[in-house]
T-cell receptor
Framework: SQTIHQWPATLVQPVGSPLSLECTVE??????LYWYRQAAGRGLQLLFY??????ISSEVPQNLSASRPQDRQFILSSKKLLLSDSGFYLC???????????FGNGTRLTVT | RKEVEQDPGPFNVPEGATVAFNCTYS??????FFWYRQDCRKEPKLLMS???SGNEDGRFTAQLNRASQYISLLIRDSKLSDSATYLC???????????FGKGTHLIIQP
């Protein structure tokens, strides 16, 4: 069966520091991969999605970036965090058919 | 802009009651729909897919009304553990075709 791993679970970082969140999927190949952010009390905001290695689509211009160095690995990065980057970051995958998203456990990021 | 709209609630419902809430979508080309459940400070988890013919899974029933462009979720014999936020998703608009509603907050009271 397919599983998705996301880490770390929680993170406290100072303003201006870099960020790297990692997500891997097991048990499937060539999945669509997604990064979402959910601010406190708000809906899910799509940040990036990828349909293949090296293919990244950005939905919201900001100081975050994403990379997909391997088929089942998706990385979210920032060179300098802002206070407004605080939130709950969720990685998700789905296969290329008309299927629902499956989310990782999420990373709760607090920028101080 | 393609939107999925939900009543944010909260819906306060006594245990054992039946509760229903709707989700409207603006993109008439949407083809697939899903309901997710999200507990506080947790990731959304797929509750059920919504098919044209409707879908039932135990105490949960999801229905699609294409003419009026809404989907519904019905929960029968509600349990305390049903307390959560319920997210509606439509495929067919937005980036990569997936658009999330902001969720409906449900509180089941003893």
């Amino acid at each position: 069966s397919q599983t998705i791993h996301q880490w770390p679970a929680t993170l406290v970082q100072p303003v201006g520091s870099p960020l790297s969140l990692e997500c891997t999927v097991e048990g499937t190949s060539n999945p669509n991969l997604y990064w979402y952010r959910q601010a406190a009390g708000r809906g899910l905001q799509l940040l990036f999605y990828s349909v293949g290695i090296g293919q990244i689509s950005s939905e919201v211009p900001q100081n975050l970036s994403a990379s997909r160095p391997q088929d089942r690995q998706f990385i979210l990065s920032s060179k300098k965090l802002l206070l407004s980057d605080s939130g709950f970051y969720l990685c998700a995958w789905r296969d290329r058919r008309n299927s629902p998203l499956h989310f990782g456990n999420g990373t709760r990021l607090t920028v101080t | 802009r393609k939107e999925v709209e939900q009543d944010p609630g909260p819906f306060n419902v006594p245990e054992g009651a039946t509760v229903a809430f709707n989700c409207t979508y603006s993109n008439s080309a949407s083809q697939s729909f899903f309901w997710y459940r999200q507990d506080c400070r947790k990731e959304p988890k797929l509750l059920m897919s919504v098919y044209s013919s409707g879908n039932e899974d135990g105490r949960f029933t999801a229905q699609l009304n294409r003419a009026s462009q809404y989907i519904s979720l019905l929960i029968r014999d509600s349990k305390l553990s049903d307390s959560a936020t319920y997210l509606c998703v439509a495929k067919g608009g937005g980036a990569d075709g997936l658009t999330f509603g902001k969720g409906t907050h449900l509180i089941i009271q003893p």
